[in-house]
Structures are given as C-alpha cells and as structure tokens.
C-alpha cells in the first residue's frame, strides 16, 4: 500500500494500546528518561572501574605471573595453561559483572518499570549468556595466544583478520544459533505486514527469508526491529512490543531506516572500519608487549600472564578511537534516516516512531554532547527528529 491517506494508517495490533508521541516531551518523562539513563551509565562505569582496577592488582603485584606459574608446574602444553589460568581469572570478572549486572539490567530495570522478567527468569539468562560467551571468549583467546606464540613478530597483523574474519561470521550464525537461546521466534503470516517489508526489501535490492515476531515483551517494555544475517540467513525481527504499540507506517518507516544500511552498503564499510580498528588495535598491542616483555615475571610475548595487561591496553587504545568510529558510524545513521524518509510509504512516520521508541526505552532524547560524540554510534532522538523534520519540509523537486 502506497497510499498517504489517513486511512492506510494501521491499528496496532492490540486495538489501539499507543502511548501519544507527545508524552515523550513531558518534562516529567523527560526527567525520568535522564534518570534512568545515567544511572545505567553510572553503573556501567562502575563496574569498568572495579574490573580494570582488580585486572591492574592482579597483574601488577605478580598474581597473574604466580597464577600461570602454578598451572605450569602441573601443565606444559600451551592451550592447556591458557585455558586453567582462564578458569579463575574469567570466573572472578564474571562475579564483579554478574553483581553489577543484576543492579543495572534487572533492579534498577525493575525500578524504573522496564524490566518484565522474574528472578529466575533473569539468572537463567545470565547462565546462558555466561556458557555462551565464555565459549566464545575461549575460542578467541586460544586463538589470540596461538598466534603469539607461532608469529611474535607478525602476530598482530594475523590477529586483525582473524577477528575480522570472525565478527562476520558470528554475525552470519548469530540469528540462527545465539539468538533463539534467549527470544522465541514465531514467523509472521501476516499479508499486510510481510508485503510492505518484502517491498522495502525489494528497494534495497536485498532479499529476506522471512518476518518473524520476537516475543521481547516477556522480558522488557522496549521495543525495537532488527533486520539481521547474510544471504540465506537475513531475515527481519519485530518485537511484539512493537507489533503491539506502533501503527505499520510507523514499523514500515523503522524498517526502512534498516534497509538503508543495506542500500547504501553500510555495512560492508563498517566492517572495513571494524578490521581498521582491529589493526590499530593489536598493532598498539604488540608495541606494548614489545616493551614490557620480560617484565613482571613475563616469560615472552606468548605468556598468558600478559593478559591483564593486554586488557588494560586495550581499554586504552578502544577509548582513543572510540570517538572517531561513531562519528562515522552516527553519519551513516542520518544517511539512513534520509532514505527512510524517501523509501516509507508515510515519511512523517518516521518522527513519530523515534517519538515512540524514546518513550518505550525510555531514552535520554537529548544527552550531553560530548558523551553523544564520545559514547553514541546513532544521533540523539532529538537530533534525528529535528533532521527529518528538516527533510520533510524541504519543497519537493519540481514542485
């Protein structure tokens, strides 16, 4: 349906349960919003306080060194060692991010009325998550000191496309083997819904294999959609929240700012920029083992023990880049807000929409400026209305 009358305005799909965009601006929301915002900043910087200070003791008065000298005694064979110093070490940052963790995204989510799941619901996720991502951590740090150890002069550069390597294919299986752990899937049949998306799809020159409804509601009031995978695995996800309190021009508008990322080939260049990121990165890696080797008890560049630092570094030299990558990143999210506004049937719903998301996730529309430039990889909301609304009452060409 192309038609810009009010009536190809959908009902959400619960008869009409919409809060107003407006509410969005009351004062009162918007105190709330910029609460609960710093508070889950607050205690995320905690909580990277306590880890980077507790790796820094650990390494600096010889714990890391002891800890690998004491699994060496026992244990020869490399992989071996790296995986029993792991042990302890992952199972100690797992217990300050757990505990930290059940403040920001249950209670204080609790507090401030966005989290819908129970206790046991919650800790069961943190197990899954855990097995899940001390899996991959594993994986890449078993990979990380391999490398080290069979190319210490080269080990960065081999380091850099192996995780570049890696990041695209875990974004490939992602929706297929990680996702369903945590979220329902139940594919959407729905004519109306699947043919404006498929249409969008087809605008963007990309192909979906299917629309599916993620059942978001039973663990948060958020909303969101997705448009997620490669080939035979993209399809596009909808949150029921968002079923449930958006009209379809709104949804269609959201999803047409994903498929922009598509048109205009987003992604592949964020990818170019994540590998850029991955040779700074390893590249100031391997300066800094290449002046501490031997120091603290480092027995080379391939020591595990060298971990904590290698952590440290990174935190480090991630901080120093972090400003720039968003910057690109936020341009291309106004380059895909631009074409949403070209592409959806009703581009005025796109302000609307932004409206309702702030609403729903509770949003800061309009934080400081410099933790936007240093911290955001999108614009603020308010600075996304104010660019669609900027677009939207530009005269038409040959108007």
Not at 191 to 205: N, Q, S
Not at 240 to 247: A, G, S, V
Not at 271 to 299: C, E, M, N, P, Y
Request: overall charge positive; aromatic content about 10%.
């Amino acid at each position: 349906m192309n038609s810009t009358t009010e009536e190809s305005v959908e009902a959400p799909r619960d008869g009409g349960n919409v809060p107003t965009a407006p509410a969005s601006d009351t004062p009162s929301l918007a105190r709330r919003s910029k609460r609960y915002q710093r508070r889950k900043m607050a205690l995320g910087a905690a909580e990277w306080a306590v880890e980077m200070t507790a790796l820094g003791a650990f390494f600096f008065s010889g714990g890391s060194a002891a800890l690998r000298e004491a699994v060496s005694r026992v244990f020869s064979a490399p992989p071996v060692v790296v995986l029993l110093y792991l042990i302890p070490v992952g199972a100690a940052l797992g217990a300050i991010s757990t505990v930290f963790g059940a403040v920001r995204t249950f209670w204080l989510d609790r507090q401030f009325g966005m989290s819908t799941q129970t206790a046991w619901s919650w800790a069961g996720d943190e197990v899954k998550a855990w097995l899940v991502g001390g899996l991959l951590w594993l994986a890449a740090i078993e990979t990380l000191y391999a490398l080290l150890r069979r190319f210490p002069d080269t080990w960065w550069l081999w380091a850099s496309v192996a995780f570049s390597f890696f990041f695209v294919v875990l974004a490939h299986l992602a929706p297929i083997l990680i996702f369903p752990l945590f979220f329902r899937f139940t594919q959407i049949s729905d004519p109306e819904i699947t043919g404006r998306l498929e249409r969008l799809a087809a605008k963007a020159g990309r192909r979906i294999r299917g629309v599916y409804e993620v059942n978001l509601s039973r663990k948060t009031r958020a909303a969101n959609a997705a448009l997620v995978g490669f080939g035979r695995t993209r399809r596009i996800l909808l949150a029921d929240n968002l079923l449930d309190n958006f009209t379809l021009d709104e949804i269609e508008a959201v999803l047409a700012h994903e498929f922009a990322h598509h048109a205009h080939r987003h992604l592949p260049k964020a990818a170019l920029i994540q590998t850029a990121t991955f040779f700074l990165l390893f590249g100031g890696l391997h300066l800094v083992l290449d002046k501490t080797s031997g120091q603290w008890g480092l027995r080379g560049i391939g020591d595990v023990a060298n971990l904590p630092l290698l952590v440290l570094a990174a935190t480090v030299i991630g901080l120093a880049v972090l400003p720039a990558t968003n910057a690109i990143l936020r341009s291309y999210e106004r380059a895909a807000d631009a074409y949403a506004l070209r592409a959806a049937a009703r581009p005025e719903a796109l302000c609307s929409a932004l409206e309702r998301l702030a609403l729903l996730n509770l949003a800061d529309k309009s934080p400081h400026p410099l933790i936007e430039w240093i911290f955001y990889s999108h614009p603020s909301i308010s600075r996304r209305v104010e660019q669609a609304r900027r677009i939207l009452q530009r005269p038409a060409k040959g108007g």
